[in-house]
């Protein structure tokens, strides 16, 4: 967009500088003309009076010396003739066959004009010529001609051109350089608007536009951008209080419940056991919505401290775990890739992305088979990856897997609470990492988080605020 700005404003001044500077330059050069031809008319028209007494009186002694004067003065020529075309008097190298031909000089000869100043004038290609009619008692006696050579007007009219060539270039000069730091101010705000627009979009919701750059229809655009992020992060931290909010204020209910629930078993009837049993069952997995909601606002709360994370040692410590709940199923948790992993992560959030994995693989994986947990690294990344023989995902339900409250049609009826996968999103985007589901190898679901390989810099040991880009 700045190149064509830029463009715009070069192009600009050179449609004006054409519009305007060809028209002047045309003009001054016909007027330089028109100066030069009443220059020699009025020069005629001056040796008038003594060619006709020169005409009338035979008195040519007078003409010979105010036309050799005029021709030392001026560096043109002068030539007199009679009514007849024939010459009197004239240059020392007069050329009068010439100069009857001209058109200027036969209208002259026959009387005829064409403006109200009684002369012709033409402009050959190498002099000007004028001849001015001498008229005595009414009567035309003779032509006054004048020729006068064009150096000095071809060099005053290219002094022209060349005047407004170079007023020209200047001001294209000026625009140019001038084009691109003015492009640079109008788009600042612009760039300033896309930068914020995209922190906002990546879950920084504090991004703002600053209001005093560039010309005012963009601060407007900047202060009403500013407004709408304030709303919206209104609108979600109100949102994500309320989750935090009710998620705590029900835990203390759901526990009262269960107490009152169990309380009630010795008094319940022995067909009646069942329901008990179904009723502390729906008890705990409302308390495990509950707990999910709340790890899931405090993902999202905002920029957390990272440091070094051991990932060798978080995957051992939390497959040792699983093994507890897999092994009575007949389900082999497997480890296997870099023995020394590290990773730039927020305290907690590893393992608890690691179970989200693991319950789900356990969940889905039949007996007899493994659920394999491999570490992987390259030059910038760290990647953990959970696969395992289970049913798997289509590709559509793998898009939505990462949705909050989803759940795979394949999912029992009370089991799980669709928020597991979400929070391993969240998570893993509060480390500046990603989710990605797949097809596992002769089926199932192979299930991987990417967390950066290194820890930030010194001024930079916070989690940015979002992914740019969620992968599911």
């Not at 008319?41 to 010396?65: D, F, I, K």
Request: aromatic share 4%; proline share 5%.
């Amino acid at each position: 967009m700045r190149r064509h700005l830029v463009a715009a404003l070069v192009a600009l001044p050179v449609v004006v500088v054409t519009l305007l500077g060809l028209p002047l330059a045309l003009q001054l050069s016909d007027e330089a003309r028109r100066e030069l031809v009443h220059t020699r008319v009025t020069e005629a028209r001056g040796l008038l009076p003594t060619v006709v007494r020169a005409l009338t009186e035979g008195e040519q002694s007078g003409l010979r010396r105010q036309i050799a004067e005029y021709q030392d003065r001026t560096g043109g020529r002068a030539h007199v003739f009679d009514a007849e075309g024939r010459p009197v008097v004239g240059a020392l190298h007069p050329l009068p066959a010439e100069l009857t031909r001209q058109s200027v000089v036969r209208a002259a000869l026959e009387g005829r004009f064409t403006d109200s100043s009684d002369r012709q004038f033409s402009e050959p290609a190498e002099e000007l010529v004028v001849a001015v009619p001498a008229v005595h008692r009414g009567m035309l006696v003779g032509v006054v001609v004048v020729c006068s050579a064009l150096d000095d007007l071809e060099l005053k009219q290219w002094t022209i051109w060349a005047a407004v060539a170079v007023t020209g270039a200047l001001a294209l000069a000026a625009s140019g350089f001038l084009a691109e730091p003015l492009a640079r101010w109008i788009l600042r705000p612009v760039r300033c608007l896309e930068v914020a627009a995209r922190r906002f979009a990546d879950g920084d919701h504090t991004a703002r536009v600053p209001v005093r750059l560039g010309p005012p229809d963009l601060r407007v655009l900047a202060e009403t951008f500013n407004h709408l992020a304030e709303q919206v992060q209104h609108q979600v931290t109100v949102q994500k209080s309320f989750v935090s909010d009710a998620s705590h204020q029900l835990r203390s209910p759901l526990v009262a419940l269960r107490l009152r629930l169990e309380n009630l078993e010795p008094h319940i009837a022995r067909d009646g056991s069942g329901s008990l049993e179904q009723a502390l069952g729906e008890v705990d997995r409302m308390a495990a919505i509950l707990n999910a909601l709340l790890l899931l606002a405090r993902a999202e709360s905002g920029a957390q401290a990272t440091e070094r994370i051991d990932v060798r040692a978080v995957v051992e410590e939390r497959v040792a775990s699983w093994r507890l709940v897999s092994e009575p199923r007949g389900i082999a948790v497997t480890v296997e890739g870099e023995e020394e992993l590290v990773a730039s992560a927020v305290a907690g959030t590893v393992d608890q992305i690691l179970d989200v994995f693991l319950d789900n693989a356990v969940r889905a994986a039949p007996a007899g088979t493994a659920v394999r947990v491999r570490l992987v690294e390259d030059a910038a990344m760290v990647a953990v990856q959970c696969a395992d023989s289970g049913p798997g995902m289509t590709a559509a339900e793998r898009a939505r897997a990462c949705d909050r409250f989803w759940r795979g049609a394949n999912a029992a009826t009370g089991e799980g609470s669709g928020l597991g996968l979400a929070i391993a999103a969240s998570l893993a985007r509060v480390n500046d990492g990603d989710i990605l589901l797949q097809e596992a190898p002769g089926g199932g679901l192979h299930a991987e988080v990417r967390l950066p390989a290194r820890p930030p810099s010194q001024d930079e040991h916070h989690a940015p605020a979002a992914l740019k880009e969620s992968v599911r």
